[in-house]
């Protein structure tokens, strides 16, 4: 199985300030049809996950462009330009490359 | 955006079977990957399989002497069955759509407790 490690467990932030979560993988996430097979989820307080980036950084429709993600292979990082209160949460990165589709521990995301 | 509900017993007793449906509604079941997840009480993400609305199926090598997936077009339903469940079977059990590599939606969850 590929395994997941996130990095840090817990992540006070600053409303308006910049924030990073590290996501690295057991192998390479990088298919040969050019994509990295990396996704991001958020789950908020109470709610079932939300799809964040797929495809290694690709947003969908209706989340806002202060998310991105940088990274290839097996190094990612998301980044979060100006935090908003809304973005609360954990934060899960996800890869689908091969079978079983393996999950990091999360990331707590905390208003501080 | 599809819509989906999980619906089920609450309360499983050790060494029964859990089962589980999937309704989906706001479009066809009949395209698509839906899988099932589940999220033990404080704890990460576990995926547990998916099933192609054919009726194919991979399941996750931890799960997969205890799991079937089963895929109902005329009711756009899918089901769950997880049999000789244990206290480490409690979660919340979501259904999801995997459209391409990804999960876009998913259901509310629903808690599963194991317990005599």
């Known amino acids: 199985d590929i395994v997941m490690t996130q990095s840090p467990l817990f992540l006070p932030v600053t409303p308006g300030e910049p924030a990073s979560i590290s996501c690295k993988s057991s192998q390479s996430l990088l298919h040969s049809d050019g994509y990295n097979y990396l996704e991001w989820y958020l789950q908020k307080p109470g709610k079932s996950p939300q799809l964040l980036i797929y495809?290694?950084?690709n947003r969908p429709s209706g989340v806002p462009d202060r998310f991105s993600v940088i990274g290839s292979g097996t190094d990612f990082t998301l980044n979060i330009s100006r935090v908003a209160a809304e973005d609360v949460g954990v934060y899960y990165c996800?890869?689908?490359?091969?079978?079983?589709?393996?999950f990091g521990g999360g990331t707590t995301v905390e208003i501080k | 955006q599809v819509r989906l509900q999980e619906s089920g017993p609450g309360l499983v007793k050790p060494s029964e079977t859990l089962s589980l449906t999937c309704s989906v509604s706001g479009g066809s079941i009949n395209s698509d990957y839906w899988s099932w997840i589940r999220q033990s009480p404080g704890k990460g993400l576990e995926w547990i399989g998916y099933?192609?609305?054919?009726?194919?199926?991979n399941y996750n090598p931890s799960l997969k002497s205890r799991v079937s997936m089963s895929v109902d077009t005329s009711k756009n339903q899918i089901s769950l069955r997880l049999n000789s469940v244990t206290a480490a079977d409690t979660a919340v059990y979501y259904c999801a759509r995997q459209g391409y590599s990804y999960f876009d939606d998913w259901g509310p969850g629903t808690l599963v407790t194991v317990s005599s």
């Open positions: 996800m890869q689908a490359h091969q079978t079983p589709l393996t």
């Open positions: 495809l290694g950084s």
């Open positions: 099933i192609y609305y054919t009726g194919g199926t």
